[in-house]
């Protein structure tokens, strides 16, 4: 075999980890891939974790013990990530996007690849050490950025839905009451598509007074699983005490009762700190 430059190592070792979000990669796994020796491929991984932080393309990290390797996790900086968010913000607000009823339409944001990989990546930021092993959803609006969270976190997307699929098997099925309209709604998940002990991340790309999200708390209650955290799209200013606690929203809705109704969209608090 030819002999591989440091260049081209470094090139496709950066491939493999950011194609692979958050996946320990041995270095024997890497050694056997270019035939090089440990301790030349710990030097390129010094390289490549200064290039990362330099440019802050994320963060590569180096895992200890038996099963350790190395890792890379997107990660941007809190300023970065709030003025992101903050230019969506500009471009979803005002009259143009208000719908009748007091809705807001961002379903062009929603099936944007770029933005919701973006949006995952934030949002998955905050929950790394929380170590979730899959992401729960609710169909359907928001599947785009919970599997682009999930795909951040390397775990498993989960979807409930409203009611159960005979292609799913035999499933837990709750009863909870929406939050926006009041009414008594269904929630189906599949027997086989989580497991006793586990840790979920509940992601969803809208939370008014949080019925569906304390819906999916307590579907997880039924499989005995643990929720590690809440994170959302878009959370309305009112009512401002959610029917869950904990969520962290990306944006935070206000639509004026003016004649004509305006949407005034803000980067959530918290990512301000």
């Not at 200890?64 to 390797?69: E, I, K």
């Not at 007091?102 to 929950?127: C, H, K, N, W």
């Not at 909870?176 to 027997?191: A, N, Q």
Request: aromatic share 6%.
């Amino acid at each position: 075999m030819e002999k591989i430059r440091r260049n081209e190592r470094m090139s496709a070792m950066m491939k493999i980890l950011s194609a692979s979000p958050n996946r320990i990669f041995t270095l024997s796994y890497f050694c056997e891939l270019f035939g090089a020796a440990k301790s030349t491929m710990s030097e390129d991984i010094d390289i490549l974790r200064d290039v990362v932080k330099t440019f802050q393309l994320g963060e590569l990290e180096t895992v200890t013990g038996a099963a350790g390797g190395v890792r890379y996790r997107p990660r941007t900086a809190r300023a970065s990530s709030r003025d992101y968010i903050a230019s969506l913000c500009e471009k979803l607000s005002g009259e143009n996007r208000v719908l009748p009823g007091g809705f807001l339409y961002y379903s062009d944001i929603l099936s944007t690849p770029q933005i919701v990989q973006r949006m995952g990546e934030i949002l998955a930021a905050e929950y790394y050490e929380a170590s979730p092993d899959f992401v729960l959803t609710m169909e359907t609006k928001g599947i785009p950025v919970a599997l682009m969270t999930a795909n951040a976190l390397g775990v498993p997307l989960v979807i409930a839905r409203r009611s159960s699929k005979v292609y799913e098997g035999s499933a837990v099925n709750i009863n909870y009451v929406s939050g926006s309209s009041g009414h008594i709604e269904t929630m189906s998940l599949s027997r086989r598509a989580v497991q006793e002990g586990q840790r979920a991340l509940i992601i969803d790309d809208f939370i008014k007074a949080g019925g569906t999200a304390k819906g999916m708390v307590d579907l997880m209650h039924e499989f005995n699983v643990s929720v590690v955290g809440l994170g959302f799209v878009m959370s309305t200013a009112q009512p401002s005490k959610k029917r869950v606690q904990g969520e962290k929203a990306l944006m935070v809705m206000e639509i004026t009762q003016d004649e004509t109704p305006v949407a005034k969209i803000k980067p959530a608090p918290w990512l301000n700190v």
